[in-house]
């Protein structure tokens, strides 16, 4: 009998426990007043289970979400302080108080949130997106000892090391400035500029001349641009780089020779006129054929650099290979524009006549300057006038004056107007001449043949 009511005892205890085990507690409760939209009575449910002691870590939090749920930001911090007192590495809850702290304004707390939650949970874009808001805020300590600490973790990416490097640099610890910018160099895209170029600087300043020469070399071949390749040659020149400079001005005439005119006007601008000189040579070299516009820049960059005597080798070896009388032509034409046409003596021997007669007015006006009037007249009238620029076409008819009678000019000049050879800017002359030697027929009949247009021009 004893035993039987010991049974039913510890039956109604174990119902007892079980019942009590079953009913939801009051943050489970909360929280599910909460999920309905009940927030204020989860609130006061669970202001009552904190008056009675320590606030659970779990009522906290759901005390925080109702709080903010109904908007009240003040107390929903002070809810997730509390909260984060007892659990610091909650991402969640770290999150949720950062984005509570951004509606409220208050920045610098955001920040130092945000940076609490990068800790726990850091990736490369939550690194990213914390120094970019430190730097934004002018929080330059914060930005820098960020960079510092995800630099020596392996974060960072080549931009944000090449931020830490100039930094570090600016502050003066030129030497760890140094070396982010070197981890950025082997980091960063082919077209970076601004960190190799600041870290050219401090090379430079280490007296690492060698190396520097050899980062340079391998950047323009990546660059591409005069511009800077112009500004990399000067550097070093002025770091006392005797073999530097040289090298990476023939490196960069070699990567870029469309862009030499450019590189040594820029050299020369700065008084590099050494440095300039090589360029120009080198290119020299580097023409096997050409082109008209490229030997007319090639006698100009000569011309800023003071030597003749670069435009008369490359003339000389064109006469001597027997290739291009025209390229020849034009290149004593250029050089004695130049330079005047004393500067064409040295190489006047190795102008063939095939050559100037692709020049003939040119090569009229030399034998002129040279006292051979009759080769000057044999040249002048194997001229083609309607090829010529209006300017030219002056210079032509002064020639003629020149080497032949005036009635010699007017027959030559009556012999290509009546051949359709004659512009129409010449005709008003023409007729001016015919009058002034009596043939007053050939003059009527030129302005017969004139009709005025509206701009003032004249034609045929």
């Given at each position: 009998m004893k035993t039987s009511r010991q049974f039913v005892f510890m039956v109604v205890v174990a119902l007892g426990v079980a019942a009590v085990a079953l009913l939801p507690r009051r943050e489970e409760h909360a929280a599910v007043l909460a999920s309905e939209g009940r927030h204020e009575e989860a609130i006061a449910l669970l202001a009552r289970q904190s008056a009675h002691g320590p606030g659970d870590p779990d009522a906290l939090a759901a005390l925080g979400r109702s709080y903010a749920a109904l908007g009240d930001v003040p107390r929903a911090l002070e809810a997730l302080d509390a909260y984060l007192k007892v659990r610091p590495n909650d991402a969640a809850a770290l999150g949720s108080e950062a984005e509570l702290l951004l509606l409220s304004g208050a920045s610098d707390r955001y920040l130092d949130v945000q940076a609490r939650l990068v800790a726990v949970q850091p990736s490369a874009a939550s690194v990213g997106r914390l120094i970019e808001l430190y730097r934004l805020s002018g929080r330059d300590a914060d930005e820098l000892a960020t960079l510092r600490t995800y630099a020596g973790r392996g974060m960072l990416d080549a931009s944000q090391l090449e931020r830490l490097g100039t930094i570090l640099a600016e502050r003066g610890d030129r030497r760890e400035g140094r070396e982010w910018l070197e981890l950025a160099d082997r980091r960063a895209s082919a077209e970076a500029s601004a960190g190799r170029l600041l870290l050219l600087e401090l090379l430079i300043e280490a007296k690492e001349t060698v190396r520097a020469s050899e980062r340079a070399r391998a950047w323009v071949k990546a660059w591409h641009s005069p511009f800077l390749c112009g500004k990399l040659v000067l550097r070093l020149a002025r770091s006392g780089s005797a073999v530097g400079a040289p090298e990476l001005a023939s490196d960069c005439v070699e990567l870029m020779p469309d862009h030499a005119p450019e590189m040594i006007q820029y050299l020369a601008g700065k008084g590099r006129q050494d440095l300039a000189h090589l360029m120009l040579l080198r290119w020299g070299e580097r023409m096997s054929k050409p082109s008209g516009p490229q030997l007319r820049a090639f006698v100009q960059a000569s011309a800023l650099v003071g030597d003749v005597g670069a435009p008369l080798t490359r003339m000389a070896q064109l006469a001597r290979s027997g290739v291009d009388p025209a390229g020849q032509g034009e290149l004593a034409e250029e050089v004695a524009n130049a330079f005047g046409k004393p500067a064409l003596a040295a190489i006047r021997p190795f102008l063939s006549t095939e050559a100037m007669l692709t020049r003939p007015l040119f090569a009229a006006e030399l034998s002129l300057f040279e006292g051979n009037g009759e080769m000057a007249r044999w040249f002048l009238i194997r001229v083609e006038p309607s090829q010529l620029s209006r300017e030219r076409l002056a210079d032509w008819l002064a020639m003629l004056h020149r080497v032949q009678t005036d009635r010699e000019v007017v027959a030559q000049l009556t012999t290509l107007w009546s051949e359709g050879r004659l512009p129409?800017?010449?005709?008003?002359?023409?007729?001016?001449?015919?009058?002034?030697?009596?043939?007053?027929?050939?003059?009527?009949?030129?302005?017969?043949?004139?009709?005025?247009?509206p701009d003032g021009r004249t034609s045929r």
């Open positions: 129409p800017e010449l005709l008003p002359q023409f007729a001016d001449e015919a009058a002034r030697q009596g043939q007053v027929r050939i003059h009527d009949r030129i302005w017969n043949s004139v009709r005025y247009r």
